[in-house]
């Protein structure tokens, strides 16, 4: 297939996917293009146009035209320099990679990783956190992510992938829509009563089992194997970690048990004060079976060969 299908539909996976009402989501693009509307000069010459087409600003293809064909890629939860140079080598070995994809954004991706952020409030809105409360907490947060993004040299891959000539993408909301709303019906489901029976869960998904047999297995990072599981929410998209405010809003909500990817040391010191289970699922693993749903549904249209890296490990469903 082509790369720009390929990128097309990993959008369209990303909004079937995705946790908030479509009503939400045409809104906020129709703000994006009244906004666009209004520029002028280099704001408006020089404007990111995707932006306009969808919500995931963290999803490019960074490299390429979008016409190359595609038969081999090469996927890795993270891609860097050493990546693109392995990718480059093997292909001097004689294994033909059409396209490198990386799930972390990278490049133009990378310095819009904030602007995904959005979709979190949206989505505490369905606890019943008002939308106004949730825009005014993650605000301060995303305005943070900015910031610390600011300085990145975040053009360092595309340029070595362009130098090197290989094809490059990085899908990243749309695979993290994926992994949520997969875990996200199992636990609402199955109901499980207990931490243990959380991790019973999780640990039946080839992911999570090959994570465990590299000593990264889920586990109960507050609370006990015996503690009540209660109403569980999967907190897994939505660029990177939230504000540590919403966790006393989301114990208030009757949220008993949240199922992440990671917890930063704030986090966990604020969401243990509150009283909430939180169980780590792991970050490579999830962000694997988000991406492995990715591809299972762009299979669906036309078989690819796969080149494993950097974390990332194919499992078919």
């Not at 480059?88 to 490049?107: F, N």
Request: hydrophobic share 35%; with cysteine; net charge positive.
């Amino acid at each position: 297939m082509k790369l720009k299908d390929m990128y097309e539909m990993v959008v369209a996976k990303g909004l079937k996917e995705d946790l908030r009402p479509k009503s939400l989501i045409d809104k906020a693009s129709k703000e994006e293009k009244k906004s666009y509307a209004k520029k002028e000069g280099a704001d408006r010459t020089l404007f990111d146009k995707e932006n306009l087409k969808h919500p995931f600003g963290d999803t490019r293809i960074l490299n390429g035209t979008g016409n190359e064909e595609i038969k081999t890629v090469m996927v890795g939860i993270d891609i860097g320099g050493a990546e693109l140079l392995l990718a480059d080598r093997l292909r001097e070995k004689g294994i033909k990679i059409d396209l490198v994809v990386s799930h972390h954004p990278s490049g133009r991706a990378l310095a819009q990783l904030h602007k995904v952020m959005s979709l979190q409030p949206d989505i505490w809105e369905r606890y019943g956190i008002s939308r106004e409360v949730a825009q005014g907490m993650m605000k301060e947060r995303m305005e943070e992510v900015s910031r610390g993004v600011a300085s990145s040299n975040h053009t360092r891959e595309r340029d070595a992938a362009r130098l090197l000539k290989i094809p490059f993408m990085c899908t990243h909301t749309p695979a993290d829509n994926c992994v949520t709303g997969y875990l996200q019906k199992i636990f609402d489901k199955e109901k499980p009563g207990k931490l243990r029976n959380v991790l019973a869960i999780l640990k039946r998904i080839p992911e999570y089992r090959y994570s465990m047999k590299e000593n990264a297995g889920p586990f109960i990072l507050i609370g006990e194997d015996k503690s009540d599981a209660g109403k569980v929410f999967v907190d897994m998209t939505g660029g990177t970690s939230g504000p540590d405010k919403i966790f006393s809003r989301l114990s208030q909500s009757g949220v008993k048990t949240i199922v992440g990817m990671h917890c930063k040391e704030t986090s966990y010191k604020v969401a243990k004060s509150e009283f909430i289970n939180y169980v780590i699922a792991g970050h490579i693993s999830s962000d694997t079976l988000g991406m492995n749903i990715l591809f299972d549904g762009i299979e669906k249209k036309e078989k690819l060969n796969f080149v494993e890296c950097s974390g990332f490990k194919r499992v078919r469903r």
